[in-house]
Nanobody, 120 residues
Framework: QVQLVESGGGLVQAGGSLRLSCAASGVIFSINAMGWYRQAPGKQRELVATINSGGRTNYADSVKGRFTISRDNAKNTVYLQMNSLKPEDTAVYYC??????????????WGQGTQVTVSS
């Protein structure tokens, strides 16, 4: 089975930084895009940033200039460097791997989520 394991969440003051990591484990042949989504209490899950296998990135307007997504294809790992954090960034952050080709076929996977809390 393919699993996504996230780490790096926590509590930080406004203006601070955090770095999230997400590693995909299992017998994986390829992954199309990897990304981060977030869900705040009472709100729908929203896209934060994605990166495809070629390194092309896409960001939500609310995080442009503050967050940076990167990826290590050899390790099937995606990172999210979050700087200048704001209280409105508080949410559960979920890792996503799109079009994962493994010995089980082709599918999308989600991590279990990691809490990010930004205090004012």
């Amino acid at each position: 089975q393919v699993q996504l394991v996230e780490s790096g969440g926590g509590l930080v003051q406004a203006g601070g930084s955090l770095r999230l990591s997400c590693a995909a484990s299992g017998v994986i042949f390829s992954i199309n895009a990897m990304g981060w989504y977030r869900q705040a209490p009472g709100k729908q899950r929203e896209l934060v940033a994605t990166i495809n296998s070629g390194g092309r990135t896409n960001y939500a307007d609310s995080v442009k200039g503050r967050f940076t997504i990167s990826r290590d294809n050899a390790k099937n790992t995606v990172y999210l460097q979050m700087n200048s954090l704001k209280p409105e960034d508080t949410a559960v952050y979920y890792c996503n791997a799109d079009q994962v080709v493994s010995r089980f076929g082709r599918s999308d996977y989600w991590g279990q989520g990691t809490q990010v809390t930004v205090s004012s």
